[in-house]
């Protein structure tokens, strides 16, 4: 899976949890869940959840608190997947 591929999946994943529309607007890999898309932190674990599911792997306690932007999250999603 392709760099962009995984970036889109991810904003199809996100797109429910989103408070600045803007900012999701322009995401890139240094956009930041909660700074940037304002995304709380209650629906951060959503979001790791529905990542989870989508891509069937498991999210380890140090990877979530890892997982603070897009470009984390496919990290994460790379390494769970290889």
Not at 8 to 22: A, R
Not at 30 to 48: E, P, Q, R, W
Not at 62 to 78: C, F, G, L, P
Request: overall charge negative; charged content about 30%; glycine content about 0%.
């Amino acid at each position: 899976m392709d760099k962009q591929q995984t970036i889109e999946q991810l904003k199809d994943i996100i797109k429910p949890y989103i408070q600045n529309q803007e900012a999701f607007d322009t995401l890139t890999e240094d956009t930041d869940f909660i700074n940037d898309l304002k995304i709380n932190s209650a629906n951060l674990v959503d979001v790791i959840l529905d990542i989870e599911e989508k891509y069937n792997i498991i999210i380890d306690n140090e990877s979530m608190e890892r997982m603070v932007n897009v470009k984390a999250a496919m990290e994460i999603i790379d390494t769970k997947l290889s």
